[in-house]
Structures are given as C-alpha cells and as structure tokens.
C-alpha cells in the first residue's frame, strides 16, 4: 500500500502562487508515476500534471502548462506541483495520486490510471 498526503492548499487572489506537497510513505518503490489531479464542484476530476518517478517525463494539461510545474523530491518522497500565476478557474480539490503499473503516455493525466490518491487540499483563486 501506498499512503498520500496533500498539504499547501489556501485562498488567493488572482495572479498568485501556491505550492502543493504530496508526502508519500509506505511501498513508494512500487510507483512508476505520480500526478496531480484536481475536481471542481460539479465537475469530472482531470488531470493537472504527471511524471515518470525515475526521473522521466513530465506530462501538463494545456490549461496549466507554462503556469505550473510538477516536481519531485525522491530524497523526501514528496511530489511537489508549483501553480503561478494562478486564475479562479483553477479552483478546486486537489488531489495526488500514483500508480504502480505502466501507463501509456496518452493515459498519463487519466484519473482511472492510477491506484492510490490522497485525500485533496483545497485551492481557492478569487477574482
């Protein structure tokens, strides 16, 4: 099993910045990718940003790319998302997650590819 925890969650106002953390503990040897997803109220959950763990690809949906970026400490075991420049629309849950099996590239910001997930932190962008 693997057990994910999200901190770094708040409100901010519009143009601002807020970095996620995902501390992972438990069998983390047996993830091969990790990502970011979030779920609005009333909305399907979708992908944010995945990465290979053993340093690999990094995967963005167009929504965030060039506004956030995925990282990881392996050190630390713990996924990082950095969101800039951020917009109401990027309010939601946000949840980590990660997968022990293969995942084509093509399947790497579904939610349905991954077995573990934490329990989301809360993003609030105000206008």
């Known amino acids: 099993q693997v057990q994910l925890v999200e901190s770094g969650g708040g409100s901010v106002q519009a143009g601002g910045s807020l970095r996620l953390s995902c501390a992972a503990s438990g069998y983390t040897y047996s993830t091969n990718y990790m990502g970011w997803f979030r779920q609005a109220p009333g909305k399907e959950r979708e992908g944010v940003a995945a990465?290979?763990?053993?340093?690999?690809?990094?995967y963005y949906a167009g929504s965030v790319k060039g506004r956030f970026t995925i990282s990881q400490d392996n050190a630390k075991n713990t996924l990082y998302l950095q969101m800039n420049s951020l917009k109401p629309e990027d309010t939601a849950m946000y949840y980590c997650?990660?997968?022990?099996?293969?995942?084509?590239?093509?399947?790497?910001?579904?939610?349905?590819?991954?077995?573990?997930w934490g329990q989301g932190t809360q993003v609030t962008v105000s206008s």
């Open positions: 990465l290979v763990t053993g340093g690999g690809s990094t």
């Open positions: 997650a990660a997968s022990r099996g293969w995942i084509a590239d093509w399947a790497m910001l579904r939610p349905g590819s991954y077995n573990y």
